[in-house]
């Protein structure tokens, strides 16, 4: 079998006029037969750990939305599983999920289990998949800004109704749609627009029980023509939890991230 069985991760054009990215990194569960043989779990350990740590759905979610804008905005997709490597992770000390052994390559599970040895070196799948990712996101951001003299990446996420063992930050609310933000690339306007084309789906909340966004370190903090706002979506709202197919709520969802797309 080949070494990655699938595209790593695609970019799904928009319209040359929209500087809108919807990323979608953790909606995959592919995992490529070399990179498995890494993971300790048996395969109905594995296929657990996949239903409690995929957002699942959101690739699905962003192509609807995408359909529905007037101006389609363009997709950057994750194809493998966030268990090859997270893509969103500091790759360096400044992760702070390497606490409980989820920095860019995982080496512990949502409860806390092994997943790979702790002594297992990350290099080589940071430079396999993490970093070709890495290059390939900032390769789109700077063609948003060139064509558009800005961009905003829209991250497209879910999360558990109750939490989750591995979250440093579970005690928090856990609204029907909680919107992450960063002090330099969330501008006040994109955090109004996304309550109001939220609204219909309940209560949104700020930073809780998620916080931050992505933002490719070539921009970050750095060019605050990258707006960014990370989108964590409850997922009792369209799915059956923790791994289970996607429910009505899906609609009402794809309509307002089409909203938000629209008004930014």
């Known amino acids: 079998m080949p070494a990655s069985p699938v595209p790593s991760l695609e970019l799904l054009p928009g319209a040359a006029a929209s500087p809108v990215l919807l990323h979608v990194p953790h909606s995959a569960r592919a995992i490529p037969e070399d990179v498995r043989r890494g993971i300790v779990l048996d395969d109905a350990g594995l296929e657990r750990e996949l239903d409690h740590i995929t957002d699942a759905h959101t690739a699905e979610l962003a192509e609807r939305a995408a359909a529905l804008a007037a101006v389609r905005p363009w997709r950057f997709v994750n194809r493998l599983s966030r268990l090859v490597v997270d893509p969103e992770r500091f790759p360096d000390e400044r992760e702070e999920m390497t606490a409980v052994g989820m920095g860019a390559v995982y080496t512990r599970t949502t409860h806390r289990g092994e997943l790979r040895p702790a002594d297992t070196d990350p290099e080589p799948l940071l430079a396999r998949y993490f970093r070709p990712y890495a290059r390939a996101m900032t390769e789109a951001v700077a063609d948003r800004l060139a064509a558009t003299g800005r961009a905003v990446i829209v991250d497209v996420h879910s999360y558990p109704t109750e939490p989750l063992p591995y979250e440093l930050h579970g005690s928090g609310p856990r609204p029907p749609v909680c919107l992450g933000t960063d002090a330099f690339h969330t501008p006040p ?9 939220f609204a219909v789906c309940g ?30 979506i409850r ?19 794809a309509a307002a991230l089409a909203a938000l797309v629209d008004t930014v």
């Open 189 to 197: 306007e994109l955090i109004r627009a996304a309550r109001a084309a």
């Open 203 to 232: 209560e949104t909340g700020l930073d809780s029980p998620f916080a931050g966004t992505y933002v490719p370190l070539e921009f970050y903090g750095r060019d605050a023509r990258v707006g960014a706002l990370m989108v964590e």
């Open 235 to 253: 997922r009792d709202t369209y799915m059956a939890e923790p791994g289970g197919p996607a429910g009505p709520g899906m609609d009402r969802l």
